[in-house]
């Protein structure tokens, strides 16, 4: 069946770096559209960043510069480097996947994982 298993996430101080990653099975990985989504306590998800099948990615923009998504298609595995930190990134982080890239329309994405926690202190 369909797995995406996220991992990396963890706390650290306003700065800091993590790099998070998404292990994908049981779809055809190479042709889907992948994707960071985060929700904090609160609020609404809302998209961190995309990366099309032909490696085209597409940020939010609380997080250029900062962010970079890739990802490896030998390994069926996503990664988001997440640079200079800060608290309003505290959130926990979903990998996603689907046919099509839209980066403000998750919730139509096909297959999630279950999150991973990220959390910035100042």
């Known amino acids: 069946q369909v797995q995406l298993v996220e991992s990396g996430g963890g706390s650290v101080q306003s700065g800091g770096s993590l790099r998070l990653s998404c292990a994908a099975s049981g779809f055809t990985f190479v042709i889907y559209c992948m994707g960071w989504f985060r929700q904090a306590p609160g609020k609404e998800r809302e998209g961190v960043a995309t990366i099309s099948i032909l490696n085209v990615p597409n940020y939010a923009d609380s997080v250029k510069g900062r962010f970079t998504i890739s990802r490896d298609n030998a390994k069926n595995t996503v990664y988001l480097q997440m640079s200079s930190l800060k608290p309003e990134d505290t959130a926990m982080y979903y990998c996603?996947?689907?046919?099509?890239?839209?980066?403000?329309?998750?919730?139509?994405?096909?297959?999630w994982g279950r999150g991973t926690q990220v959390t910035v202190s100042s």
């Open positions: 996603a996947a689907d046919r099509r890239c839209r980066l403000g329309d998750p919730w139509n994405y096909a297959y």
